[in-house]
């Protein structure tokens, strides 16, 4: 395996680990015009690491004229970030039983179902 096919492979992992976030995020946003671009920008500028992983992968991106196994740095970054945008979205099953019923329309408060009969026939 030479250098220019690890950079390939390192390259084609992170596209496509990067590819299915952001599917996921333009799926969230309903395939809006630029509405995942303006997602990704607040996500990029988030904290200090998120900006600091793009100068990371810029930089990396620009020495890799001269040395091309600073790409796999570059695919690394944008594998890797944004931090906290992870590739998975949560589910109802993951956020907490009062948070759901509320997101459900109910109040969080009664809508159980009554142990012990409750439906009046005796």
């Known amino acids: 395996m030479t250098e220019t096919d690890l950079c390939l492979a390192a390259c084609l992992i992170g596209s496509l680990l990067s590819g299915i976030r952001w599917l996921r995020v333009a799926q969230r946003e309903h ?19 998120n900006p600091l992983m793009i100068l990371i992968a810029v930089g990396a991106a620009l020495i890799s004229i001269w040395f091309a196994s600073s790409c ?18 949560l589910s109802l099953i993951h ?26 026939g005796g």
């Open 95 to 120: 956020i907490s039983e009062p948070t759901r019923r509320r997101g459900m329309g109910g109040s969080g408060v009664g809508g159980e179902k009554k142990k012990g009969g409750g439906g009046g």
């Open 31 to 49: 395939y809006l015009s630029l509405s995942a671009s303006r997602f990704a920008l607040r996500w990029w500028r988030l904290g200090i690491v």
């Open 72 to 89: 796999i740095i570059t695919a690394a970054m944008m594998a890797l970030g944004p931090i906290g945008l992870g590739l998975k979205g």
